[in-house]
C-alpha cells in the first residue's frame, strides 16, 4: 500500500494541513480511498491507538445536516456516538485538533507510534488503499514512498536546527524528498516565485551534505478564503455576504496557529475589517473565558481554533474555511502518475499490514 508522508523541516506552521486536505480530496478524485496516520499531538492518547471518521462534522455546501460521528478506542472495545447537542463530544481532546479535522475529509487513526495507528486504521477501515502520514517526515519508523515538505516564505530561516535555529533537520533534507510545496501569502507572490530551492539554503549543521542527483519538484501554493461559517448554526455565507452583513460592526480575528500572522493578511487581502486580532499559542485549548472580551464583537477564527470552540459556540463567532491552490495546477496529476508507477502499486500483491 502506497504512503504518502506531508511533512516539514521548520517548525511551527507551514501549511500543512491545507496540503493534506487537498491531497485527499485528490486522491478521492482519482479513484482511490485514502486514510489518514497522525501522532495526535496535544491529545490523551493512552496505550492504544483511537480512529476516528466524522464525515460532514462541519458542512461546507450549505446548512449543517445531521450526522452521525464516532470514535472507536480498541481498548475499550467501544463506540461513542454523538447525537445530541446538548452533549458534544470534544474531539481536538481526543484525538488532536489537526486531526480532527483531517477527519472530517478522510478516516484518521492517531497514536505516537505510527504502526499502531496503521493497524488500528486498516482493521477498522479496510478499504484504505492509500496511507496519508500527516506530519511524518521525521518519524522513520514508517516506509515511506512519496514524501512531501510543506515550506512557507521562512524558508529555513537562520539555517540553524533546534533549539538554536527553527529547523527539525538539516535544509539537504529539502534535496531528498519528491516535492516541495511553498506556501506564500497571495496569489501574486505564488504567480512571480521563480519555484526553486530557498535563497537562503546555508546550512549550519556540519554533517549536512547536498544531494545533486535528485532534484524535487518544486510546487507554489496560496491560500483562498472559501467561505464563513457561523459556528451555532453552522450556515454558510459567501466573502462578500460575510462582508456586507458585519462591516458596520468590529470585527476581530483569533488564532492559535503556528504563524497567526498569514491567516490575518489573508482576511484583509480579502477586504475583511479587523479592528484587531488576538494570538493564542499553537494548539490553545479554549475556553468560553478566552473570548469574554470580544462578547460584543465578531469573532472570526480559523477552522483549526473551530474544532476546539464549536461545542461551545457563540452566536458571535464564525470560523473561516480556507482552500489550497497549486501551481502549477497539475501538481495532483502529476503526483498520481507517481503514484500508479510505484512499485509497490504496480504489484499489487504487496500487504503493507504483513510488514507491521
Not at 165 to 179: A, I, K, Q
Not at 215 to 233: D, K, N, R
Amino acid at each position: 500500500m502506497p504512503v504518502i508522508i506531508v511533512g516539514n523541516i521548520f517548525i511551527g506552521g507551514t501549511g500543512k494541513t491545507p496540503v493534506s486536505i487537498a491531497l485527499i480530496q485528490a486522491l478521492k478524485q482519482r479513484g482511490f480511498t485514502p486514510g489518514v496516520i497522525s501522532r495526535g499531538y496535544g491529545a490523551d492518547i493512552k496505550h492504544e491507538a483511537i480512529c476516528a471518521y466524522l464525515p460532514n462534522a462541519s458542512s461546507t455546501s450549505g446548512d449543517k445536516v445531521p450526522v452521525t460521528q464516532h470514535i472507536i478506542a480498541p481498548a475499550e472495545e467501544s463506540t461513542l456516538t454523538e447525537t445530541s447537542p446538548s452533549a458534544p463530544i470534544k474531539w481536538a481532546e481526543k484525538i488532536g485538533d489537526e486531526p480532527s479535522i483531517l477527519a472530517q475529509y478522510a478516516p484518521v487513526a492517531v497514536h505516537p507510534r505510527r504502526q499502531k495507528a496503521i493497524e488500528l486504521l486498516l482493521k477498522t477501515y479496510p478499504t484504505v488503499d492509500i496511507l496519508i502520514s500527516d506530519d511524518g517526515l521525521q518519524h522513520y519508523a514508517i516506509d515511506r514512498d512519496i514524501e512531501i515538505i510543506v515550506q512557507d516564505t521562512r524558508g529555513i530561516g537562520n539555517g540553524y536546527l533546534l533549539p538554536a535555529g527553527p529547523l527539525r533537520e538539516s535544509p539537504s533534507r529539502l534535496n531528498t524528498v519528491d516535492y516541495v510545496v511553498t506556501n506564500y501569502n497571495t496569489r501574486e507572490q505564488a504567480l512571480s516565485a521563480q519555484l526553486s530551492p530557498p535563497k537562503n539554503t546555508e546550512s549550519h549543521d556540519s554533517q549536512s551534505t547536498l544531494d545533486e542527483t535528485q532534484v524535487p519538484e518544486q510546487i507554489g501554493m496560496y491560500l483562498t478564503l472559501a467561505e464563513f461559517e457561523h459556528l451555532l448554526t453552522g450556515k454558510i455565507y459567501t466573502i462578500t455576504e460575510f462582508i456586507q452583513q458585519h462591516q458596520q460592526q468590529n470585527i476581530y480575528a483569533i488564532s492559535g496557529i503556528g504563524h497567526p500572522e498569514r491567516f490575518y493578511q489573508s482576511l484583509r487581502n480579502q477586504g475583511v475589517p479587523l479592528n484587531g486580532t488576538k494570538d493564542f499559542p499553537d494548539h490553545h485549548d479554549y475556553s468560553v473565558q478566552d473570548l469574554v472580551p470580544f462578547n460584543h464583537a465578531i469573532v472570526v477564527m480559523t477552522t483549526k481554533d473551530a474544532i476546539k470552540c464549536r461545542h461551545f459556540s457563540q452566536n458571535n463567532w464564525w470560523c473561516v474555511h480556507t482552500k489550497a491552490e497549486f501551481i502549477p495546477s497539475t501538481f495532483f496529476d502529476h503526483l498520481e502518475d507517481k503514484i500508479k508507477h510505484l512499485p509497490i502499486f504496480l504489484k499489487k500483491k504487496f500487504d503493507f499490514r504483513q510488514t507491521l
